[in-house]
């Protein structure tokens, strides 16, 4: 990723607003939180301790820090500050995408059937989405959004929750590629997942090819004959070579085991998304070495169903483990991150996250999950994910443990910029 | 193909016919099964027009009989499909074959003889396996299913299998009324589409109360019709009254335990006589079925479970389950094509514990009961019918052939499409 | 790294193993005792024992002795035969067709592989041990296969069958004609009739033709050293074409009607290359001097009939004919519910066309062992093959006989009486988890 041309944006904080509200008045620019317990998120627990934020960026965090003259001083006595939480796959932000039902009749894999791997979400923001202000009043200070029509839906993008202009969300694109095992609806190529998998080597190859071709055709192009061109291919070509996150679609087991073998043998970095059955393939992951991003959204019976139908054993049990997913992960040392799924509001995040608790996952991997892990899985734990001086000032203060029912959240800092959470808000405050 | 078939019938029959008139035939020398009591070893059948005369261990052979030397082989009753779609159906995925179910929910008027097709080479095919006479019924759908749409399909039909018209064919026009139950699964399969659907339980809670509103509905107008003394005749009234009037059993089909039980309430509020047909789950409500007394006409034993999680056998051993527990079972094909493969739906049930004897009367004796006809067929007893076959085995066991087969007394030929194309391109050299 | 689960509960996961003799990673020493094997291609013993090490048949014999730690099962009074194959099966796969283009050789089954599926166990309870499972019949030619090993509960890579050669379907006849209709501006996929159906497929080894040549021009010029040299595109369509073409891709082809099987065989003789197996091949028995000529095997239904119009001059014969004219032939289900008896089925020759008890058994173990090209492996029991048995409590070819142990690889994978247990405990379980499940919708409420 750090050979790619990324573009770091260092949010304007000054004047940020927030997306439906009117404009805020300009904020200070440098601030120190006191005497607060502070959880970094990459081991350090202070419990006493300072934390000095100055021009969107951490500059100091510690036991005895001294507090800079001109900052602005919050009293963090009673509270708990901690690293803004990343939501790790979403579509917050992102333009609606067409229906897939006008998708173009496809004849074979050379008309790249659902494939808009160029499209990069980074590229397709709207601020105007409710859910940017209703994710950062509950401590989401982040998320990667991504688009995710078609079977390689396009490039995601690392995005600070805050903004004046739809650019300033960026912190970093492309993160990862996302990669859905959807056949085609109108009964064109591929209209299963036995032609989806099929055409995902295909196109895979292809752009090794491309890479190949083009290259050698730059070099020297007499003799040679043209090379095609498609726009699909620089992109699935760039991702092989840079070890782009490739997600890639698992929940029972032999899903899971389905994408990590595939994504081995296209050449490319798979993290898998899902996971409703982590629990059983996390000794697998663990060896593989790969990452994983675990949907909040627990697997339950649909609502409109025959009550007295007899479902599988193994629907039932997977509906009971599901919860059990992440602690299993976090055992066996697999690295992994949470994303809501769909999941309508951040309330129901957080009951989420606790069901987990409530089936062994610590707090300390709780919070990973939701900071270092994701920051790490898509590259850019060099500047995010943790308190630490020098990192992206995105941080929370709460009144208490954050996984606490009762806990609320106060104030959220994204980018150096400041959000107090107003009690009266339904949406936010309280997690 | 088909007027080499219909002449060599010819042959058989004239000759036949002739002899079956005037002359007397006389099965000698076999081991006679009469499900009548004990078997005969080294007995004797005496038939007289079409009718079984005697049977016995010290009958005399009349002069001038023909004799059917049945020595070292065994004879049975002829095997009875109970429910099959014979002569309905000649390819099941050409519609222009297919003569299984009408449109519209409601057709209690049409009986399924009147479409049997007399020269359907699915008939020889059954026929050359052991199957002597069966009921065929409307409502199928075709493919590999046993069942079909919701509705009042039409009446059964009891027929021999052999004759030149389905007038000769005929043991019985009206054996039973169809009705397919409507189901509260959601889950189901989808005739017209060919696949499996998966609807929305309340959308298919509120289907299935309409329907079965609509039932008592017809059955109410039925009620009336058949009181009323001055009436504009209607065909469909004048049919389902039949079965208002207890003349008719209604054959219900249903599978799932709730649908089951469902009917077996509806046919009691109703007043009618119930036979349930396929009965996937009957096991499930077999007490019910043996207090209330409803026979079940069971679908193949070789089909696979209802979930995942159901034992693997419970197919296998639905039928001596229901039984054990004082169920009446009857065997059928629900097939046309694979009528002839019925003893072997038994075979299996008896391999997974159902008493052998109960098997083989499932397809004899008990559907002759059933449908009322035990008079004349379903055993070999004097004065029935001489629908008779003559094995070298146990006709539940695969490898069993048969080797003369008697329908109304008339040996009738075993020779079919399978024997016929095998014999040509055996000949090829 | 494959982890192997069993997917019971973990209560009954010790008793299995007390039973079948250790866990899923153990290879276990067996004997199987007093039962009549039926080893199909040397004959019948009487009171044989059958020894076991490492998943392999090491001896056969009578009174044979039991090494020390040994599991013994005791076969008296029951018939052991090889571990029934299935030639032609769509079980254990996600998808099965992929017909929006008339060639899909692309896409294989292996990709789709599902190890949860039911009708695996389903199958074993019916002994079988080994499965084809193939494409669908959608397509002229249609997608790769995977043979597989009924070992229920390893993983999907833990159910196949390492080494067997891989194959290809083709399907010939009315289904690959009746693609998507060209309903709401969806165009109908060509081919529309027989003529068009052997136009894809010469038209598809023409283009694998000149591919293989692209390929191997590359070679040679790379072989010279020659520099600055670009591969040519891989084709995952057209490679699978050109394995058969070298004879390192077995074709399965489904048909019916006796003229285009023979259309099909010439094509592939035109190509240079033969056709391992035709499927259902229900007019097989009209051909069968040619088939046997050109080389194929055939992997026809015991008895169905009449449900298109190409199979309305099926007979339940087909199997004998083409047998008694020198035709490799074997029996398949193309059916989860078929493949569970297939005992039977096989029984029904020596009814329809005079099979002997051998000849009926070899179509459901050795021949189609041979079709496969795993007959070194599997198909009969001889010393130095896998261990794979089916355990009947009478004769196999009778519908009276009931599966009793099945065994893959030297472990018992299924077993009557352990079954009866293991329902209950399913029960058990299936109460247990609604009940902890119940709590968590009245909360959402």
Redesign the interface.
Known sequence: MKTNVLRLCIASALIATTSAAGERPKGPDRYAITGARIVTGSGQVIEQGTLVLEHGLITAVGASVEVPDGVWVIDGSGKVVYPGLVDALSDIALEKSEASGDAPFSRGPLDRPGTTSWAAAADALVLDDDRVEAWRNAGFTSTVSSPSTGIVSGQAAFLNLAGERDEDLVVATPVALRVNFEPNANRSFPGSLMGVLAYIRQVFADASHYRVSQTAYAREPRGKRRPRYDRALAPLAEAQVDGWPVLMPGHWEHEIERAVRLGREIGVRPVVYGLHEGHRAAEFLASENVAVLVSLKWPEADEDRDPEAEEPLRVLRMREQAPKTPAALAKAGVMFGFYSDGLESPKEIFASLRKAIDRGLTHESALHALTLGPATIFGVDDRLGSLEAGKIANVIVADGALFDEDTRIETVFVDGAKYEIRKSTDEGGSP | MILTRTLTILVLFSGAAASAQDDVIAITGGKIVTLAGEPIENGTIIIRNGRIAEVGANVAVPAGAEVIDASGLEVYPGMMDAVSRLGLTEISSTAATVDMTELGDYNPQLTAATAVHPSSEHIPVARANGITHAVTAPGGSGGFGVGGPYGIHGQASLINLAGWTVEEMAVKMSVGMVLHWPTIQTSTFDFSTFSRVEKKFSEVKEQYEDRVAELEDWMDAARRYAGESEKETDLKLEALAKVVEGELPMMIMADDARDIKRAVQFAEEQGIKMILLSGRDAWKEKALLAEKNIPVILGPTLRLPRTEDEAYDKPLTAASELQAAGVRVIFASFSSANSRLLPYEVGNAVARGLPWEEGLKGITLYPAELFGVSDELGSIEEGKRANLIITDGDPLEIRTEIKHLLIDGVPTSLDNRHLELYEKYRARQ | ?N?K?F?WTAGLVASVRVIAGGGAAVAQTMVIRGGTILTVTNGTMVNGDILVEDGKIVEIGTNLSVPEGALVIDARGQFVMPGIIDAHSHIA?????????AV?S????E??????D??I??EL?GGVTTSNIL?GSANPIG?KNAVIKHRWGS???GLLFKGALPGIKFALG?NPKRS?GGRRG??RRYPATRMGVIDVIREAFTKARAYRKEWQDYEAQKAHGQA?L??P?????LEPLVEIMEGKRLVHAHCYRADEILQLLRVAEEFDFRIATLQHVLEG??V??EIAEHGAGASTFS???????E???A???NAA?MT?KGVLVSLNSDS???A??LN?EA??T????GLSEEQALALITINPAKQLRIDDRVGSIEVGKDADFAIFDTHP??????PQKTIVDGKVYFDREE?AER?KA?VE??AE??E??KP??EE?Q
């Open positions: 790294m982890v689960r997917v796969a996600e998808s099965i067709n992929e017909g929006s283009v899909s692309m896409t294989g089954i990709d789709v592989l599902d190890p949860t039911i009708n166990y389903r309870a494409h997608g993983d999907a890579e009315e998507r969806v165009p600055d670009v591969p595109r891989r084709d995952f369509e028995y009209k069968a001097k008895d169905w009939w009449a449900y298109k119009m199979a309305y001059d007979i339940p014969y004919l008694e989860a519910e078929e569970r008896h039977q029984a029904k020596l009814k329809w066309g070819l009778s519908v009276y006989a009931v079954d329902q399913l379980e299936r988890l609604l902890k499940l968590a919708t959402k």
